[in-house]
């Protein structure tokens, strides 16, 4: 069964450093999103790309997040300077385009990120 | 706007006993609904969906959900709780934007746990 691939699954960091993930979504799906997730709350969206634009990046804080997804295929999300409130799950999701399959957001597994 | 709320933070009960998670959304109109379940550490996995047709569907794991419309709610069930099923369990709503992807948003999440 088709996943989605993130790595690393932990990551620790030290505050003022950089950090960066990567996730690969299922082929063929042209939705892509990244999440945050802090502990004992829902995932929130920071970025989310059709293919290799950005659709949503409105809840990014653009001065130390960035989000790429060059090829329209896999992404990587950087964070750079860390700090500590920057402790959280980070959740990759794919799905396809309305109309060309199921509604479902298919999740990864997540990079648990801690910042000391 | 779209919203998702889920009333109860915690839940706890006895394995055997029956469950139900409650699930209220905000939407104009019918919208994708989902509940997710994430164990510790994990990512988020699809029990069930509800896009149109017979408004009480199952899942996997042998969770149900009834959709409501006059009710706005999106209730899950399940008729004897095993130890295995504590976890979080989200509820969301989809709907699909000018760009042709779907936003989801998710509700805050209620924790379960079973006592033996």
């Known amino acids: 069964e088709a996943e989605v691939a993130q790595s690393p699954r932990y990551k620790i960091t030290e505050k003022s450093q950089a950090v960066a993930f990567w996730c690969d979504p299922i082929?063929?799906?042209?939705?892509l999103y990244w999440y945050r997730q802090i502990l004992g709350q829902g995932p929130e969206l920071l970025v989310q790309?059709?293919?290799?634009?950005?659709v949503d990046d409105s809840q990014l804080p653009k001065d130390r997040f960035s989000a790429e997804r060059l090829k329209g295929v896999d992404s990587t999300l950087k964070i750079q300077p860390a700090e500590l409130g920057d402790s959280a799950m980070y959740l990759c999701?794919?799905?396809?385009?309305w109309g060309q399959g199921t509604a479902e957001a298919f999740f990864g597994q997540g990079t648990r990120l801690t910042v000391v | 706007a779209q919203s998702v709320t889920q009333p109860d933070i915690h839940i706890t009960v006895s394995e055997g006993a029956s469950l139900e998670l409650r699930c209220n959304y905000s939407y104009g109109a019918t919208p994708y609904l989902f509940w997710y379940v994430q164990s510790p550490g994990q990512g988020l996995q699809l029990l069930l969906k509800y896009f149109s047709g017979d408004t009480l569907v199952q899942g996997i794991k042998g969770f149900e959900a009834e959709f409501k419309r006059s009710q706005s709610s999106f209730n899950l069930r399940k008729p004897s709780v095993h130890w295995s099923d504590a976890a979080e369990y989200f509820c969301a709503v989809a709907s699909p934007d000018t760009s042709g992807t779907y936003k989801y948003i998710f509700g805050t999440g209620t924790r379960l746990k079973v006592l033996a």
């Open positions: 790309f059709q293919d290799e634009s950005v």
């Open positions: 082929s063929g799906h042209a939705t």
């Open positions: 999701a794919s799905s396809p385009l």
